[in-house]
């Protein structure tokens, strides 16, 4: 099984014990979690989420283990999924990067290095990647660029978004990584990551509301956590950081979490040659008060 990102480290600032219970808010592949299952032998509980059904249905056919308790939902629910489940945590775990199978073999157009329809869906959603590059305006495709990939071509990148749709609708990856070529000047395509990185990013953070769901279930860990129970966050990019981050320290000069590490923890050289998807995994983690 393909390990995951920062195992080491998660397990490290988590610190499960046996007999201790547990909740993976992304689940994916189901790596962290069933390390921290290891970890929390014989009696510990691992509640798993993810708002993909089909990671939660993979992850049924393989793994038996009753102290797995998996649930296809999104983590903005975490209150209400705990609840539910009658589920008090020693520790919480997000891990906010996208699976491998989601990149290679989901289909869904999540990468721009393969041919596919433009969905960029987690699960069941209305908003589809090919609606946002078909229906937005120039000024909503703008912001979604701009403040969602950082993009610094956003403007052009737009413009020629509705250029082309003019001509015909923009329906695969192939179309929209040729339309971000046309935008862009030659020497963008020569960087170290590829010209159509963060408009793809951009969009399909629009698409699944990544941000807007990690806002709003930060403040429910704390609902959720049992006194001196651990939230560790691993980000891959700096807006989701930035919110893990801000959170963090509001909470600790309200006395309600003590952080645990100061700056966040980086992969090593090794995992990064071994993984390098995981050079820009940022590690937070906090403590309950």
Known sequence: MHIPVLQKEVLEHLNPKPDEDYIDCTTGEGGHALAILEKTFPRGLVLAIDRDEKMIERLKLRVSDKRLILVADNFSNLEKIAKEHDFKADGILFDLGLSSWHLEDSKKGFSF????????????????????????????????????????FYRKIAKEILKQRRISAIETTSQLVEVIKRATPSSYHHKKIHPATRTFQAIRIEVNDELGNLKRSLPQTLKVLKDGGRIVVISFHSLEDRIVKRFFKGQAKEGLLEIINKKPVRPKEEEIRVNPRSRSALLRAAKKK
């Open 113 to 152: 290095l393969k041919n596919e329809d433009l969905d960029m869906r987690y699960g069941s959603l209305e908003l589809t990647a090919k609606r946002v590059l078909n229906e937005y305006s120039q000024s909503e495709i703008e912001r979604v660029l701009k403040d969602y990939g950082q993009e610094r």
